[in-house]
């Protein structure tokens, strides 16, 4: 595929699913710059890679600020070339019940998700269309196909890189740049263990019919995807089948939900 074998930026590149994609980027020869928080992942990260000959670079930044995400990219871009590939795989969550979450946890986790995939393809765009070429991948999330109880403050900002995607694919396709999403479903990470102790009982309900994926799993599906150029990558069979329900038989997803939520509030 054109550019995957160049030089790829993947946002949240020390972590998860990010971590997982730039193990398999960098495996199939190309030129990965990590763009993370300052903390003891990149650090690892820094590390792990430093015997690839220079191939894998790190780069500290919180994605939510735009100076930060600016100024990483450029580094990047100076150390491997213009990007060829962005991932922006860079988010957090944080669940609970709509009523009791700190109004500061909506706010963060828009700014993480939302804005700093926005930051990340601002960055990296201008030059995709300048050279018409060029692909740009940002990680949504199975949360971004319909509203899951206790996600109020994650799933908003995931619906908004879903859209983010949709309006770029049509103005950038024109230019020769390729957009996708990706829609992931639970996934072995750090992230996904740390957001358990806050899981209400009514999300573990519905949440516990899926079985979590591992991150390496995900990063094949979504190298798989951008390979093939969809538009919706989907990382399991069930996000896929939860897709077409959705968009086919919303009230029927809507009742199964429901019905999930009764097993444990006890109102039907």
Request: aromatic letters at 6%.
């Amino acid at each position: 595929m054109t550019g995957l074998l160049d030089h790829a930026i993947v946002t949240g590149g020390s972590s998860g699913i990010g971590r997982a994609l730039v193990h398999r980027l960098a495996d199939r020869g190309a030129r990965v710059s990590v763009v993370a928080l300052d903390d003891a992942d990149l650090a690892a990260a820094t590390t792990e890679h430093a015997g690839r000959d220079g191939a894998v670079s790190t780069h500290a930044a919180d994605v939510g600020d735009v100076h930060q995400v600016s100024a990483a990219v450029a580094a990047a871009v100076e150390r491997h070339g213009p990007c060829d590939l962005l991932i922006t795989s860079a988010g957090i969550a944080r669940p609970g019940h709509f009523l009791e979450l700190d109004g500061e946890q909506f706010e963060r986790q828009m700014r993480v998700n939302y804005f700093g995939t926005l930051h990340a393809v601002r960055a990296v765009a201008p030059t995709m269309v300048e050279r018409r070429d060029g692909s740009i991948v940002a990680i949504s999330s199975a949360a971004g196909l319909l509203g899951v109880f206790g996600y109020s403050a994650y799933g908003p900002t995931k619906y908004a890189v879903r859209g983010l995607c949709d309006v770029l694919r049509t103005e950038l396709k024109p230019h020769g740049v390729y957009v996708g999403c990706v829609f992931p479903t639970d996934v072995e990470t750090p992230q996904f263990a740390g957001e358990q102790p806050y899981l209400p009982a009514e999300t573990r309900a519905i949440s516990g019919t899926v079985k979590p994926i591992s991150a390496e799993k995900v990063a094949d599906a979504i190298l798989r995807g951008i390979a093939k150029r969809r538009a919706n990558i989907f990382t399991d069979a069930t996000t896929t089948v939860l897709d077409r329900l959705v968009r086919i038989a919303p009230g029927l997803t809507q009742l199964w939900l429901d019905h999930r939520v009764a097993t444990v509030t006890g109102r039907g």
